[in-house]
């Protein structure tokens, strides 16, 4: 009765790794339990997961070497089997939640957010290749687009090409405090996008991903995506990120998002193998944590287990 946070599966968004062909369910080594899969078993899946009651999903492309490029052009082509898997998704699932990745590192040769040039990344050529991606994926159907680059002045750039496109009612849910994080790894294994080894290509994503020691410049960053249309502040990572999530619930009225990383999953993942701690009860409290810091959306690797638990306990 005086329970003061309820944490039920609607606050949940459970991400999905796509890859092309037919009949492809590879597990991800570093996050066992999680897939890389095919359009026919992503269907069976956004399918489970409803049944479950999580409707709402966050998508991220593999994409083959052979159409990564140094801009991205693939992410805006209409070859490009990520935008043709979100139409199929929501054609035959027209009430679930589609939430896109807006970054260049899945088609990117050199393996980083933003266009890479004389060892740096250049951040307004950028913009234009994330304004494209955003209208081609608001196009195939995603109701938010999910920019995770964390280049400078994007929210706005994509808010305006989505309407100039005429995608006025697709919303934006921005990596607002996005840390250069070690808690990637998984991710980067399952998508194999991490960042190249070579000269003159940035080793490591810190000019443009925040520093884990700041949290004044978070408030800083959610300002500026409040004033050029966000219509979700994230941060990212979630567990080692609490105080930030409570700063910002405390400080904006827009929703909040968490996302529970890869990494952070993962831990939880190999010391409940090991036996060490209770997946059962430690899973949903981690995910409680998140909430009641004040997440109100969360993108976690265990949406899918907390709800098929949540029923078990009913
Ligand atoms: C890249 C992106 C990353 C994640 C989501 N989008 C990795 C990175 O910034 O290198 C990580 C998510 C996770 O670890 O679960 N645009």
Not at 111 to 138: F, S
Not at 268 to 284: F, H, R, S, V
Request: with cysteine.
């Amino acid at each position: 009765m005086v329970r003061e946070t309820q944490l039920t599966s609607n606050h949940l968004i459970q991400p999905l790794f796509l890859v092309g062909g037919t009949q492809v369910k590879e597990e991800i080594s570093s996050l066992p339990g999680n897939y890389r899969m095919s359009l026919d078993n992503i269907l069976k899946e956004v399918e489970e997961c409803m049944s479950l009651g999580i409707n709402s999903f966050i998508l991220f492309p593999a994409i083959p070497e052979i159409h990564k490029d140094k801009t991205g052009t693939h992410s805006y082509s209409s070859e490009n089997f990520y935008l043709k898997v979100a139409l199929a998704i929501k054609v035959r699932f027209p009430e679930c939640c589609l939430i896109s990745d807006v970054a260049l590192d899945p088609y990117s040769i050199d393996g980083h957010d933003g266009i890479v040039r004389g060892g740096k990344i250049i951040n307004d050529e950028t913009l234009e290749v994330l304004g494209k991606m955003a209208v081609a994926q608001a196009g195939a159907g995603f109701d938010l687009i999910g920019p995770s680059d964390m280049m400078d002045g994007r929210v706005r750039h994509i808010r305006q090409s989505l309407d100039q496109a005429g995608y006025t009612n697709t919303g934006i849910m921005s990596y607002t405090a996005k840390y250069a994080s070690a808690f990637y790894g998984p991710f980067r294994d399952a998508l194999d996008s991490a960042p190249k080894e070579s000269a003159d290509i940035p080793k490591d994503k810190k000019t443009y991903q925040m520093d884990p020691a700041n949290k004044k410049e978070a408030l800083l960053e959610a300002t500026l995506d409040t004033e050029e249309g966000a219509d979700f502040l994230m941060v990212k990572p979630a567990l080692h990120y609490l105080d930030v999530i409570a700063s910002l619930k405390q400080n904006f009225d827009l929703p909040i998002a968490a996302y529970h990383v890869s990494g952070e999953c993962a831990m939880l993942i190999a010391a409940c193998q090991n036996g060490w701690l209770d997946y059962e009860k430690a899973m949903p409290e981690a995910l409680l944590s998140l909430h009641r810091a004040g997440a109100d959306a969360i993108i976690t690797y265990f949406a899918k287990d907390f709800a098929s638990l949540q029923i078990g306990h009913k």
